[in-house]
């Protein structure tokens, strides 16, 4: 059964800097990546999606690369800001689960102004 | 922009009670889904409905049913609630296929007491 670990749990950085979250992945035979963005009390932001086929995908800060031979993705964001301050989600859509995300537990991010 | 949309972010409801929860995409998507997110334990699939009249159960259907009459449309049904189904409900949707990304809604909270 897959199962997505995300590390780590919580992280906390001066603004300005930049940083990398990782997601870990047990079973290789994916479909796509999936990263989301949750405030607190609220729902998920879609970020980025890559494609099993691609290496990575890119949106203004934030860049998310995948290595699916390794089950290992990085979101990375860049000049961070306290506005990025949120939960960080990865999920996966694997070839046995069919169309349905797996998550990982988050990590949490506080960015100090 | 893709929307969806819960009816509700705040319920409160009776041990007993029978509690529709609603979501309404405006995206055509074929694939929709119901989670609950609860502290430690992270997302978790209670169903998924990839056409009208359609559904899946995901981990934790107990409890739970669905019901998805019109394509745009998804509702969770609490048949009897309990106090252990106080939770963060999320609505998911998705088009067809698996490669496609996902967007979520705001979110309900659900406290039943």
């Known amino acids: 059964k897959q199962e997505v670990t995300q590390i780590p749990a919580a992280l906390s950085v001066p603004e300005g800097e930049n940083l990398v979250l990782n997601c870990s992945f047990t079973d290789s035979a994916i479909y796509n990546l999936q990263w989301f963005r949750q405030d607190p009390g609220k729902g998920l932001t879609s970020l980025l999606l890559i494609q099993s086929s691609q290496r990575e995908q890119t949106s203004g800060r934030l860049n998310a690369s995948l290595d699916k031979s390794s089950g290992r993705s990085t979101l990375y964001i860049a000049a961070s800001q306290p506005g990025d301050s949120a939960t960080y989600l990865c999920?996966?859509?694997?070839?046995?689960?069919?169309?349905?995300?797996?998550f990982g537990a988050g990590t949490i991010l506080r960015v100090k102004s | 922009d893709v929307k969806v949309t819960q009816s509700s972010r705040y319920l409160v409801k009776r041990t007993g009670e029978k509690v529709f929860l609603e979501c309404v995409q405006d995206?055509?998507?074929?694939?929709m889904f119901w989670y609950r997110q609860d502290p430690g334990l992270g997302l978790r699939l209670i169903y998924f409905s990839y056409d009208v009249k359609m559904k899946e159960k995901g981990d934790i259907p107990e409890g739970y049913s669905v019901s998805r009459e019109k394509k745009e449309r998804f509702s969770l049904i609490l048949e009897s609630a309990s106090t252990n189904q106080t939770s963060m409900y999320l609505c998911?949707?998705?088009?067809?296929?698996?490669?496609?990304?996902?967007?979520f809604g705001q979110g309900t909270r659900l406290t039943v007491v």
């Open positions: 995206m055509d998507h074929e694939n």
């Open positions: 999920a996966v859509v694997d070839m046995e689960y069919g169309n349905k995300l797996v």
């Open positions: 998911a949707s998705s088009f067809g296929g698996v490669d496609t990304e996902a967007f």
